[in-house]
């Protein structure tokens, strides 16, 4: 049963108020789910229904809806369960429903209608339904309001739906595009590290395991989101200079000579002035490519920085570099135990590295499954 | 002289309709012009105003405020042409203004206001301004809406002008923000094209070089925005499997043994697999780096295609690598000059290259200036 949303031109241009205010709340958020949630309340509010939810396909070929975001009260059935964990079935005679139609659609019997069928056993009585889509057309996600007890929708409800659905679909596109966009620079910037790996199989892996150390301390000194990044950022290029290094340097089995060894170390100034050209990277991320052999009782290369001269990224990010090279195979040597490595981690507390990082560093490093 | 914007509830829910609409729109749009222009022209439509004008700052030290986007007429006078040139100076009194409040601004008689000195000189008689910030609160651009002869906003139009502001402020500052990721992201693939160029020097500039190239091809071929997206990505990334070329091989003076020439062969599909990972890098991008050392006639590798068998954007890709390879020192040869270098193209067209291209990348090559 399909009810056509009113047409009363005081209610929708009072409602359209609203709305647009809840779009400036979605627009200033910087994340999916803090930007459709307060618009998800305002229906929970403002109509019978005692729960709204944002249901996204998960790819591009998704055969199912995920929740994205929720507000007030979902069905406790098990159903309802398995579609938390599991996402809303693309063949379910909803989501089919909601392919073929531009509109919001609403239900006041969900056991008379032949697409609601499945939502009586989830323990919804009535249900209002909007499309999102993409771009170019395709469906990407829906809105979902629901009653647990029969109602039938008014005429200003299905107004606010309909409204709400519209403005903040085009908003969901756009930030589904914005995540896709965060995503790829996330992995261009890690494909730039790892491209480094291509020339040296000893190294396989390094990357990314520092790179997830790092990711670990920062959870544990509370990082904000932007440190994080600037962390992670810096941990997939720390080693990027590299690239520079003659593989007769760079691949020596043996002991390097002094020569040599300049040349290894310019990986450092090299990766700067490499990272400085992508002006977008923020400082504590060069501070990281930068500072990452430094030493905090000084003696490190290429500054000599001492303490906290050193930046805070530097300094965890050094125990992260220096424990994965202690326990990988090398050229030179074979792996350290996990606690062999950490006791030389201990030895260099307060020499080589910050004393005050290294009891988080072991600690972290114990609560690793290896 | 500052007039508030009326509070007339009625008039206000009815504005907010419009604005809505209007933000659905400007939603959808890809860019910040185009998103923004639709509002600026029911500016200019449902006030007084004969223009209106978002202005931005380009970049974070901004020194002055760029024109983005513009609707309706704008004052013809020199000043107004140097503002379109060179931007709107940051330490004007309305941009000072501007900083100082949340609020939109209404001058009936930019002679009274202290805020507009230097309009009147502009041709522009009655303005109303409104403050863009970014999420950390800082003025990021401003909305101007302008008459030439001297009127009073009322409060319907007033009421217009704050809302759409408000909105559209909180909108460009996100377009902003995504404009900002794609030039991230943009810098990203391109640094794993040149990191590529520090370990071998005879190739500096030639990433950029075929590049640019590859983009006038795409001009004159008339490739939508995502063709050429995907060909200048593919050229970013073309040589990106030599990274785990050795230098033995890579950077060998003399002429290279079959083994040694199939070890560099393998730099083709070493750079497919790397570039497959790349989850975000479409099709066309993927198919550059695949085939362009296919030929026309077969006999290229690593596949040995033919004709169109061949993507478009690697048979366009492999005339631009060619030919600067051609005109290019290298350690076996020197650099041929430009039209040595086209006659040796056109010798191979049909042959090496697409014979309908061929014609278009000669008079592209030679329409450049040396």
Same mark, same amino acid.
């Given at each position: 049963?399909?009810? %056509? +949303?009113?047409?009363?031109? %005081? #209610? ?62 979902? !069905? ?16 379910? !005679?909803?989501?089919?429903?909601? *392919? ?14 032949? $697409? ?36 039938? &929708? ?20 756009? @930030?589904?595009?914005? *995540? ?8 261009? @910037?890690?494909? @730039? ?62 002991? @390097?000579?002094?020569?040599? &060894? ?13 990272? #400085?050209?992508? *002006? ?13 052999? %430094?030493?905090? $009782?000084?003696?490190?290369? +290429? &500054? ?22 202690? #326990? ?7 792996? &350290? ?17 910050? +004393?005050?990082?290294? !009891? ?11």
């Amino acid at each position: 049963m399909i009810t %056509e +949303p009113g047409n009363g031109t %005081e #209610t929708r241009a009072t409602v359209a108020q609203a709305v647009l205010s809840l779009t400036q709340i979605a627009l200033a958020a910087s994340d999916l789910a803090s930007g459709i949630t307060p618009t998800l309340e305002h229906l929970v509010c403002d109509t019978a229904a005692v729960g709204a939810a944002y249901f996204q396909a998960s790819g591009d070929q998704a055969l199912t809806y995920q929740v994205r975001a929720a507000s007030g009260d979902m !069905p406790s059935t098990p159903g309802m369960a398995a579609i938390a964990a599991h996402g809303l079935p693309a063949d379910v !005679p909803l989501m089919r429903a909601l *392919e073929a139609t531009s509109q919001a659609m609403f239900f006041d019997d969900c056991h008379i209608a032949s $697409e609601t069928q499945g939502f009586i056993d989830l323990g919804v009585a009535s249900l209002a339904a909007a499309p999102v889509r993409r771009a170019d057309g395709k469906l990407m996600g829906a809105f979902l309001m629901h009653t647990f007890d029969q109602h039938t &929708w008014d005429d200003s409800e299905a107004a606010l739906f309909s409204m709400v659905s519209g403005t903040i679909a085009a908003l969901a596109g756009r @930030l589904a595009a914005e *995540e896709q966009m965060r995503a790829a620079q996330e992995a261009s @910037l890690r494909a @730039l590290g790892l491209a480094l790996e291509a020339r040296d199989g000893e190294t396989l892996g390094h990357t990314d395991r520092v790179t997830s150390f790092a990711m670990q301390m920062a959870g544990r000194l509370r990082f904000t989101d932007a440190q994080v990044q600037a962390l992670r950022w810096g941990a997939y290029l720390h080693d990027i200079g590299k690239i520079a290094i003659p593989d007769a340097v760079l691949l020596k089995p043996g002991k @390097l000579t002094a020569e040599e &060894w300049s040349v290894m170390q310019s990986h450092v100034t090299a990766g700067s002035s490499f990272a #400085t050209a992508l *002006e977008f990277l923020p400082s504590a991320a060069l501070a990281v490519i930068a500072q990452h052999h %430094e030493r905090w $009782e000084g003696g490190g290369y +290429p &500054w000599g920085m001492v303490g906290d001269e050193i930046s805070l990224g530097a300094r965890i990010f050094a125990l992260c570099d220096v424990y994965d090279a202690l #326990t990988s195979d090398r050229p030179y040597k074979a792996a &350290w135990s996990k606690e062999e490595a950490l006791a030389e981690i201990q030895a260099q507390s307060g020499r080589h590295f910050d +004393p005050e990082l290294v !009891p988080h560093f072991i600690e972290m490093a114990r609560s690793l499954n290896d």
